[in-house]
């Protein structure tokens, strides 16, 4: 009896597994997360009326401008940074920065005088977050009031 056990504990040692202790799961997860390229241009599902445009840094921080048509005169724009999250599913900020800018007044016929440009920032030091899912960026501004949160899916090349 004392051989037979001493057999099935020897082949049971012997037997691999090939889980991955769970250790070693939030690492693979994050190296994986850290190879996908969020950069390029996006468009807003929910306006389609807004785009932005994502640069990505090698030490995984996402820069993101948001470029919103009021109207043919007047223009939203906002610029923000950083960091993946380690599971790659949000980018919280800080800095985030909104501009409007108005081109001319309506009714002004090319080759008319136009009214200057009139830039005004709205807000710097804005906060929140862009959450994602799948490659799809949910805007969630703490400074804005959205009737709905962006959802941007990003541009084929």
């Not at 994986?32 to 969020?38: A, G, L, N, W």
């Not at 445009?53 to 090698?58: E, F, I, M, R």
């Not at 080759?111 to 440009?117: A, R």
């Amino acid at each position: 009896a004392l051989a037979l056990t001493l057999a099935l504990s020897l082949a049971a040692c012997g037997t691999k597994d090939d889980t991955p202790a769970p250790e070693q799961e939030p690492v693979q997860q994050e190296q994986q997360q850290e190879s996908i390229d969020y950069a390029g241009s996006y468009a807003d599902r929910v306006s389609q009326r807004a785009t932005m445009s994502v640069v990505q840094d090698g030490d995984g921080t996402l820069s993101f401008e948001v470029s919103w048509s009021n109207s043919a005169f007047e223009t939203n724009e906002w610029t923000m940074s950083g960091t993946l999250s380690t599971d790659g599913t949000r980018v919280d900020y800080t800095d985030g920065k909104m501009v409007t800018t108005s081109f001319g007044e309506p009714g002004t016929e090319p080759g008319e005088e136009e009214t200057p440009v009139d830039v005004l920032v709205v807000y710097e030091n804005g906060t929140g977050h862009f959450d994602i899912a799948d490659g799809v960026f949910t805007w969630v501004s703490d400074n804005d009031d959205f009737t709905e949160n962006p959802v941007f899916e990003k541009i084929p090349e």
